[in-house]
């Protein structure tokens, strides 16, 4: 890797202030993992990191309130979420995500601000959260902002936080009576990067389908919400022909992308059948209280 | 630009310092002390070759920035042989062939001591889903599961 300037702010709004608006060459740095693999490919050469390491213990803090809402400091390691037991009974979708993530040691040092900011459409975090209707907080040299999950992604490896802001932390409204399942598919190892992420949180009315978020990730540039399926899933019942007709509906409107773990042909028909299983599953998931 | 800073550290129960520049990886500092336990193989993550432990946290050394350990404690696979013994788990290696070349066993050592650490009696599905991110070219991975199992049988 190429020499560059470290920076080791003591506040999350001194780092603020250490990132520059019009310099790609600087960026804030969490667990460095994501940021290492680039520079060792030679695809990032930074000028200047500024590392998150040293912001303070409360943004790695994983609170969930009373009402069930959870909350996650941006450098909350994966690992430390994963092990957190109060989050995992309160999200179990998020328990049963995690050990399929890379492996102990990438989660070991891996933050929850890193695996939303990267914009890696492959990242198995940010589809589930935006299911879950998450939003996370951005905070600028001026003001800050909050931001729903579905709606951080603009693009393969592209977000809408700005080169001089952060994240703070990310909320995840509370599950309530909700319903919610992530299907990760791997071509090769189960732990590998997906080929196809489909995530789902909904509402089951006796067999009635409402408030349907449906998201899709790793077959797609970025994470996006299927709107047209959930528009068919919505108000329906999740019989065999209306979640065909879903999976249909996904895969007219998901561009989907291929890569080395799937060619379009093989991602759309994953995607085709992948969107019921995913709602069959959270169907069939344990109610949370 | 890039300024060398000087960063302190337990390294295997000893209080060490040294002056390391930001672009320098775990693996690069161990290197520095004479520890070749951890080495960079895949440098990517994925093999665990370069495991060491942070904090009680097993990290891979490749993609893990030295000066991160700075004010932590870092133990490597040296650290189980130093009174001259070995550990029931490199024992336990041993005693089952763990290993043909012995490049992957350092990480797999170290992984092992970790997983047994959290849960001392794990099921072969713990043992494989803890041990996925390592990677063993030989392919000794039955003969590694026995010897954690064995290791795991005669306590640590
Ligand atoms: C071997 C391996 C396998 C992997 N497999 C998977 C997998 O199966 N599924 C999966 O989801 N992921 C996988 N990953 C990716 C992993 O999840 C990411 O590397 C990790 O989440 C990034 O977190 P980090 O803290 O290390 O980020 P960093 O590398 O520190 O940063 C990543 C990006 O986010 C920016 N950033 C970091 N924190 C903030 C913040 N608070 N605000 C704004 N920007 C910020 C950085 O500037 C950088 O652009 C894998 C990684 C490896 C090495
Ligand atoms: S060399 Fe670090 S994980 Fe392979
Ligand atoms: S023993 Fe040769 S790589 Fe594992």
């Not at chain 1, 909350?71 to 690992?79: D, F, N, Y």
């Not at chain 1, 995690?98 to 939303?116: D, K, Q, T």
Request: net charge neutral; with cysteine; aromatic share 4%.
């Amino acid at each position: 890797m190429t020499p560059f300037e470290l920076m080791e702010p003591q506040t999350l709004q001194e780092a603020v202030g250490l990132l520059d608006p019009d310099d790609a060459s600087v960026r804030p740095v969490a667990g460095g993992t994501a940021l290492m693999l680039m520079m060792k490919a030679g695809v990032f050469a930074p000028t200047r990191l500024v590392s998150l390491q040293h912001i303070g213990a409360q943004h790695s803090e994983i609170g969930v309130s009373g009402a069930g809402e959870l909350r996650i400091g941006a450098m909350a390691t994966l690992s430390a979420l994963e092990r957190n037991t109060k989050a995992a009974e309160a999200f179990p979708v998020i328990a049963r995500m995690l050990p399929r993530l890379s492996n102990v040691r990438v989660r070991n040092v891996a933050c929850v601000g890193g695996a939303l900011a990267h914009g890696d459409p492959h990242m198995d975090l940010p589809p589930v959260l935006a299911a879950l209707g998450a939003k996370v907080s951005i905070v600028g040299p001026k003001e800050s902002r909050d931001v729903a999950v579905d709606e951080l992604y603009t693009g393969y490896y592209e977000t809408v936080v700005g080169r001089n802001e952060l994240i703070a932390d990310v909320i995840v409204p509370a599950m309530q009576s909700r319903k919610a399942a992530y299907l990760k598919i791997t071509a090769r190892s189960a732990d590998d990067w997906p080929a196809l992420g489909v995530a789902v949180a909904l509402h089951a009315d006796g067999n009635t389908l409402r408030d349907v978020r449906l998201v899709a990730s790793a077959a797609t540039a970025m994470v996006m919400r299927l709107t047209e399926a959930e528009k068919i899933l919505n108000g329906a019942s999740a019989d065999d022909a209306t979640l065909k007709r879903a999976g249909d509906a996904a895969v007219a409107e998901a561009p989907i992308i291929g890569d080395i773990r799937g060619s379009v042909a093989y991602k759309r028909e994953l995607l085709r059948v992948g969107v019921g299983r995913a709602v069959r599953q959270a169907l069939s998931s344990r109610p949370t209280h | 630009m890039s300024v060398a800073r000087t960063i302190h550290f337990t390294l295997n129960g000893r209080k060490v310092s040294t002056e390391i520049e930001p672009h320098h990886n775990l693996v690069e500092l161990l290197q520095r002390f004479d520890l070749f336990g951890a080495r960079e193989s895949c440098g990517q993550g994925l093999c665990g070759c370069c495991t060491a432990v942070v904090d009680g946290q097993p990290v891979s050394g490749c993609l893990y920035f030295a000066v991160m350990v700075d004010g932590k404690s870092v133990t490597t696979v040296e650290a189980f042989d130093a009174d001259g013994a070995l550990s029931k788990v490199q024992q336990a290696f041993i005693d089952h062939g763990a290993f043909q070349c012995g490049f992957c066993t350092p990480g797999f050592v170290l992984m092992t001591h970790q997983l047994l650490q959290d849960k001392p009696n794990p099921s072969d599905d713990d043992i494989r889903d803890y041990l996925s991110g390592n990677l063993c070219r030989c392919a000794a991975y039955p003969e590694i599961i026995a010897a954690v199992k064995a290791a795991a049988r005669a306590g640590r």
